[in-house]
Each structure stands twice: as structure tokens, then as C-alpha cells.
């Protein structure tokens, strides 16, 4: 079975650190861009950090920018995301989800095909 | 940075047939794609490349595009579609940057 589980969430101070993971299974991982999406509660979803399929390069939302580091352990078919000096606003479910990327036929941009159940973070004092 | 838009809220008759739009500038030159979301859950990807349904997706879903309109119809609404739907694409104003419109919620009455 395809699977993507988060894990790391949880209650932090502001200002504060967090490590999330993301374990695959199911695929073949290290040929696969992902990215973390988070969702605000009772708010949309926001597109947080993409990195391909090497870990070579690596795109940040604004909003994250300077903050958020994400990687990934191809031999671990893991993904991380480091988030520091956390804020008010970051508390979310954080999810990681995989791109789509290429069929038989084309390639597809920003198609999150696999998602994980998400992880909660809270930033509260 | 682009921006996309949908409507909040539509609803939509058990049977009947309902199409969501999301609008944006970065649909000129991006393709949408389309997910659903149902309380609790994480997103499902229903849509992607503007027209294309992953495997196991009703037919009743179906995805279109003109200029900078997206739309997402399902043709005979089921009770099991009540859900968030949410657009994506890649902005274009830059370096790689994803965007997600601010979700439609459909009721099916």
C-alpha cells in the first residue's frame, strides 16, 4: 500500500522548534519530488516547501522562508521538515504529500497524488 | 505572487449537477489541479492536468479549462461529495511557488 505517515507534531512554545518526519512506504521514494502543506484550523491549504527528487533543490513559501528547512533521507525514504522560531500563525496540521510527477505519457506540475494523515502543530505559551 | 479563486460556498441537489470554478492569472500558462476534502481527512487529489482523473475517481468528476477559469464539474451529485474542494497550480509570478485557492465548500442538498 502507497503510504505516506507524518509524525513529530505537537504543543511548542513561540518561538520555539520542531522536527516533523514523513516515512514512506508503498513507492519507490527517492524518485519522487514532495512537499509539505499545512492547514490552519478551519482554514485552507497552504503549500509550505517543495524538495526534488535529489534533495538538490529546494523551494520555500514565503511565509516560511528563513524558518523552515526541509530534507529528506532517500535510504531512509524519509522527509523532514525543521521549523524554527515558530509563530502564532504556524499552528496547523502540517501534511507531507507527494508529487505526481511523470506518467507514461507527460509530466504533471504540483499534483499532490499521495497525501499523509498530517501531523498537529500548536504554538501556544 | 498569483492568487486563486473560488467561490465559498455551492450547493447542489442530490442527482444534479455542479461545477466549481477557481479562477487566476497563473491558469494562463499552468495547469489546475483539483482535490477534495472531507472533514477529518487529508486532501484527495480527484483532478490533475486540468482534465485527468487518478485511478479509482468516479467518472462523474470531470476537469476543464479556458484562459484563466478552471472548473471542476461533478455530474450527479452522491451524498459522499459533500466535501472542501480546493485548485492548485504553480504561480508563475516567480521562483517555484505553489498556490492553492481558498477551497469551495459543496453541500448536496
Known amino acids: 500500500e502507497v503510504q505516506l505517515v507524518e509524525s513529530g507534531g505537537g504543543l511548542v512554545q513561540p518561538g520555539g522548534s520542531l522536527r516533523l518526519s514523513c516515512t514512506a512506504s508503498g513507492f519507490t521514494f527517492s524518485i519522487h519530488e514532495m512537499n509539505w502543506v499545512r492547514q490552519a484550523p478551519g482554514k485552507g491549504l497552504e503549500w509550505v516547501s517543495y524538495?526534488?527528487?535529489?534533495?538538490?533543490?529546494?523551494y520555500y513559501a514565503d511565509s516560511v522562508k528563513g524558518r523552515f528547512t526541509i530534507s529528506r533521507d532517500n535510504a531512509m525514504n524519509s522527509l523532514y521538515l525543521q521549523i524554527n522560531s515558530l509563530r502564532a500563525e504556524d499552528t496547523a496540521v502540517y501534511y507531507c504529500?507527494?508529487?505526481?510527477?511523470?506518467?507514461?505519457?507527460?509530466?504533471?506540475?504540483?499534483?499532490?497524488?499521495?497525501w499523509g494523515q498530517g501531523t498537529m502543530v500548536t504554538v501556544s505559551s | 505572487s498569483s492568487e486563486l479563486t473560488q467561490d465559498p460556498a455551492v450547493s447542489v441537489a442530490l442527482g444534479q449537477t455542479v461545477r466549481i470554478t477557481c479562477q487566476g492569472d497563473s491558469l494562463r500558462s499552468s495547469s489546475a489541479n483539483w482535490y477534495q476534502q472531507k472533514p477529518g481527512q487529508a486532501p484527495l487529489l480527484v483532478i490533475y492536468g486540468k482534465t485527468n482523473r487518478p485511478s479509482g475517481i468516479p467518472d462523474r468528476f470531470s476537469g476543464s479549462s479556458s484562459g484563466t477559469t478552471a472548473s471542476l464539474t461533478i455530474t450527479g451529485a452522491q451524498a459522499e461529495d459533500e466535501a472542501d474542494y480546493y485548485c492548485?497550480?504553480?504561480?508563475?509570478?516567480?521562483?517555484?511557488?505553489?498556490?492553492f485557492g481558498g477551497g469551495t465548500k459543496v453541500t448536496v442538498l
Open positions: 492548485n497550480s504553480r504561480d508563475t509570478s516567480g521562483d517555484h511557488r505553489v498556490v
Open positions: 524538495i526534488s527528487s535529489g534533495g538538490v533543490t529546494i
Open positions: 504529500a507527494r508529487d505526481l510527477g511523470c506518467t507514461s505519457t507527460r509530466c504533471y506540475v504540483d499534483a499532490f497524488d499521495v
